[in-house]
């Protein structure tokens, strides 16, 4: 139940007189009516407030609940007074403090009463303190608050029901907030409101005066109880609407620091699949089939972010793959013509894990394609720059409909799966402890637009566990990661 279902149900037993029991010594509703009745023709005779239509009687069809013997059915409207608003134009109100307080609306009005930004010299409906007023029409109609200044003119989107002697204004202001749902169902118009003669003509269930007080106290003496609940309900709303995030980065944090599956010593070591790496990269170099790069100072246990396993290695990113370069902005001479063979790779293609081919452009006609710039089924691009939660970030690229090229914001990875498991390399390049990383490489004037240099992502660090382990981990992600989506 949340806190506005409870305290809903608590004015719903209160104006069906569960909430406190009835004492035959208060008298009965039908005796105060009398009263509210003799009270509402003095006014009307001191020219206090206006004479009303009469009301049709209460059918039996239209009492919602049974209320107790000592209670009494009737029409809102016979036992209230309400006073509706008038607009000004704009030369007829002023903000320079001159004349009577002038509210239009729910802006004008807080949870303790009116909020004062306008005047006016020529008011003609007016409420005063305490009476109840009701926002009737536009954003927030349906609010009511106590008014607590001595007179004020109210604007068409204000109803206000005028302050009576016998009859609590407290219990009065609790019922309309109990049926709130049903006079919003009653009103009519274009915009959103609630129509005088639904106000007028909603049945009212009456109790005697010392039980309207005697219900109030009592709802006033559970509201800070309300309150309590509803400070634990917001935090367990805000863990709960967190804990599918919480959870699915701290499976990824554990996935990095060798604590999501087990290590076995027949699968090697990191440190032997480093050699193997290294070995080859040698003879790729050696077969001119890649470049050799300039070497990488050693890893420092001080760049060391967390602990690993014995059987893991920290390496740098150029360490383990083949190359790492960036693409260059296409650029042509006429006027773009479509092509659809042929695309640029955007930043917004690169999603955390995952490659949206759909948004990349195409490129001009007449644009002569660069081969060395040409993304593969199986390349991991990364985003150069960007906002900072979007650059760095990693996918890899598993289908191409269209023949794909790098732009000037994007990486591109090449390795092999022989040694490294890609699904792995980009699971851990954006997994929440290596981002942390990539942010300290980033350079930039503010959050919203970074860049990371090609240079400074070779010498981004992964955890590297053998082979066979960093498939395991996929696996064990793969089956969990989806489980986090179910709890959104």
């Not at 944090?253 to 090697?268: F, H, N, T």
């Not at 693409?327 to 479509?338: A, E, L, R």
């Not at 082979?467 to 969990?480: D, F, G, P, S, W």
Request: net charge positive; aromatic share 8%; charged share 30%.
């Amino acid at each position: 139940m949340t806190p506005q279902e409870l305290k809903n149900s608590i004015l719903q037993l209160a104006i069906q007189g569960k909430l406190v029991e009835q004492r035959p010594e208060e008298g009965t509703a039908e005796e105060l009516f009398l009263r509210i009745q003799e009270e509402k023709q003095r006014l009307i005779a001191e020219k206090k407030i206006k004479k009303e239509k009469p009301l049709p009687e209460i059918t039996e069809d239209e009492k919602p609940f049974d209320i107790p013997e000592s209670w009494k059915w009737v029409r809102f409207g016979t036992v209230i007074s309400l006073v509706s608003g008038t607009d000004f134009k704009p030369e007829e109100y002023n903000d320079q403090g001159r004349g009577t307080v002038y509210i239009t609306g729910a802006s004008n009005l807080s949870e303790n009463g009116v909020i004062i930004s306008r005047w006016t010299e020529t008011p003609r409906n007016f409420a005063y303190r305490g009476d109840i007023l009701l926002v009737c029409k536009g954003s927030g109609y349906g609010k009511t608050v106590f008014c607590d200044v001595d007179e004020v003119h109210i604007a068409r989107q204000i109803m206000a029901i005028k302050q009576m002697n016998s009859l609590n204004m407290s219990f009065t202001r609790y019922f309309l907030q109990a049926n709130l749902i049903y006079l919003k169902a009653k009103g009519q118009g274009v915009i959103p409101g609630i129509d005088r003669a639904s106000v007028l003509n909603v049945p009212f269930p009456l109790p005697p005066l010392v039980e309207q007080k005697r219900i109030v106290a009592k709802i006033e003496e559970l509201l800070p109880y309300i309150d309590r609940y509803e400070q634990a309900w917001s935090k367990l709303e805000k863990f709960n609407s967190r804990f599918p995030e919480d959870m699915k980065r701290s499976l990824l944090q554990y996935a990095i620091q060798g604590k999501l599956v087990e290590q076995r010593s027949e699968e090697g070591t990191a440190e032997e699949l480093f050699e193997q790496i290294q070995k080859e990269k040698h003879r790729l170099i050696k077969e001119k089939k890649i470049k050799k790069e300039k070497p990488l100072p050693e890893i420092t246990d001080d760049e060391k972010p967390f602990d690993i396993p014995e059987s893991w290695k920290w390496v740098r990113i150029q360490d383990i793959s083949w190359f790492i370069d960036a693409g260059k902005s296409p650029k042509c001479n006429k006027q773009p013509v479509c092509d659809k063979e042929w695309g640029v790779i955007t930043t917004t293609a690169i999603q955390k894990g995952f490659f949206d081919e759909k948004q990349n452009k195409v490129l001009p006609q007449d644009f002569v394609i660069n081969p060395l710039m040409q993304v593969h089924i199986g390349d991991i691009l990364i985003t150069r720059a960007g906002p900072t939660n979007r650059t760095g970030v990693a996918c890899l690229v598993k289908k191409i409909k269209h023949n794909l090229i790098l732009s000037d914001k994007t990486l591109r990875i090449n390795m092999t799966n022989d040694f490294v498991y890609k699904n792995y390399i980009v699971m851990a390049i954006n997994s929440p402890p290596i981002r942390s990383l990539i942010i300290d490489l980033m350079s930039g004037m503010d959050k919203q637009q970074v860049n990371i240099s090609q240079n400074k992502y070779k010498t981004l660090l992964i955890p590297l566990p053998p082979l066979a382990e960093q498939r395991r981990i996929v696996e064990k992600l793969e089956l969990l990661l989806p489980l986090c989506e179910r709890l959104k």
